[in-house]
């Protein structure tokens, strides 16, 4: 063993709710994986790191991301998409199954992995739930989950018929991996672009209510509370929602939640400002400020279980056109944790543990994949946060191939600096 598979990443303070840590330390790593944390120091032949006045995390864990790839690599690729993800301190990302054609046989599940095998992070399949995503006849999920997919979605789309979101739940117990479930009532959506309230109503615009998210969820915990089944509601927006998601915990029905970062910084007020630029379009839509308030403390007493990014890129060709037209999507994985960290967790809202449990530790049970930690012999995937540096977001900089974002400009304080992916260092900004 050389130095070049034996680090110490010196001085930083260690963030690891999976273990309770949270203390100025040193973490050992060697052959890829955490040797040890703290202990005896011993700097010898080993890559010196300097963490000191940093935050070391696991690395982050985004379940819901779109890679685009096959069929839209003009927009991302699984390599474009996973430079972004480890500028942005992630190190394993959940792709969806939406792509040209989508993740819904085997063999789409084994290419994914391929392709990631020689991607910057690591990538993991989730499978459509019905084939062709087209929500009439359920993928063959035995043959999915062996392929090695990590769940199921048809996201971008709900699961529109209740039969076959029971036979999906009813499977989904039997091979123990999660269901989850784009919550929309299309009657209630179609052609309708932003959150229906107040901002919709001024600028007289059609609009979507929340009840065609809120009501999906009741129905959908009805479903899994009835087949005694495990169901994670994707990107939670509404306040309607968060209240039947915490009604449905309290009463011990097996659901969990995730929010996206722009519906816990982004409101409806911000589409109409904006001049409705389409950088600001996604589905479900940017909801009312108290929406954001309720979703906010839904992190904090544990209602919503994961922060993820629903990283939706979209080349400008499709993007620069009317916002009524353009497809729904942003970008995130290169602005998460510093928007989380700057607008959640510099506010007080809430503190750095609790960010890194809901960007790593649960996203990572969630999905059962092998990350989320620090512990003695977990895969040395890590990212260094350095709470202090100021930086402007220019999506012109991008390493993801989209610049669909509506953070655009937005000064932040704190940012990712250092990543590893399996004891490999793919991004250093650290001096
Ligand atoms: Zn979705």
Redesign the pocket.
């Known amino acids: 063993m050389d130095s070049e598979t034996k680090f110490v990443i010196k001085g930083g303070r260690v963030v690891d709710p999976a273990n309770g840590i949270d203390e100025i330390t040193d973490v050992y790593i060697e052959d890829g994986m955490i040797a040890r944390i703290g202990g005896k120091k011993n700097y010898q032949d080993r890559t010196l790191i300097d963490a000191a006045g940093k935050l070391v995390f696991p690395g982050l864990v985004d379940i819901h991301v779109h890679l685009r790839e096959p069929g839209r690599e003009d927009a991302e690729t699984i390599e474009s998409g996973s430079l972004a993800a480890v500028r942005g301190g992630v190190t394993s990302v959940c792709c969806m199954p939406n792509t040209h054609p989508p993740i819904d046989n085997a063999p789409m599940v084994r290419f994914i992995y391929d392709r990631g095998s020689e991607a910057y992070c690591r990538v993991y399949p989730i499978a459509a739930i019905s084939k062709g995503l087209e929500g009439k006849e359920l993928s063959e999920m035995f043959d999915l989950a062996i392929a090695g997919a990590v769940g199921f979605s048809d996201?971008?789309r709900p699961v529109t018929s209740s039969q076959l979101l029971r036979n999906a739940l009813l499977y989904s117990k039997m091979i123990d991996l999660p269901i989850m479930l784009?919550e929309e009532d299309l009657d209630l959506s179609a052609g309708r672009h932003m959150h229906e309230g107040h901002a919709s109503g001024l600028a007289g615009m059609q609009a979507v209510p929340a009840v065609a998210e809120a009501g999906m969820i009741a129905r959908d915990i009805m479903l899994a509370s009835f087949l005694d089944a495990k169901v994670h509601i994707?990107?939670v927006s509404a306040k309607e929602s968060v209240g039947i998601i915490r009604d449905a915990k309290e009463k011990g029905v097996k659901v969990t939640a995730e929010a996206a970062v722009h519906h816990l910084i982004l409101t409806d007020e911000d589409v109409v400002k904006s001049g409705f630029d389409s950088n600001y379009k996604m589905?479900p839509p940017l909801r009312a400020k108290d929406d954001v308030e309720v979703l906010r403390a839904a992190l904090v007493d544990g209602t919503i279980d994961a922060i993820v990014t629903?990283h939706a890129p979209h080349p400008p060709e499709d993007k620069d056109c009317e916002f009524a037209v353009a497809p729904f999507g942003v970008v995130g994985l290169e602005t998460s944790a510093s928007l989380i960290y700057d607008k959640l967790v510099r506010t007080g809202i809430i503190d750095i543990t609790r960010m890194v449990e809901l960007m790593s530790t649960m996203p990572a049970r969630l999905m059962d994949i092998s990350a989320g930690t620090l512990s003695q012999g977990a895969n040395a995937d890590i990212m260094i946060f350095d709470p202090e540096r100021k930086w402007t977001v220019d999506s012109s900089k991008f390493a993801g191939k989209s610049r669909n974002t509506p953070f655009e400009g937005w000064e932040l304080t704190g940012k990712p600096v250092w990543t590893m992916v399996d004891g490999q260092i793919f991004f250093d900004e650290l001096s």
């Open positions: 996201d971008g784009h994707c990107h589905n629903d």
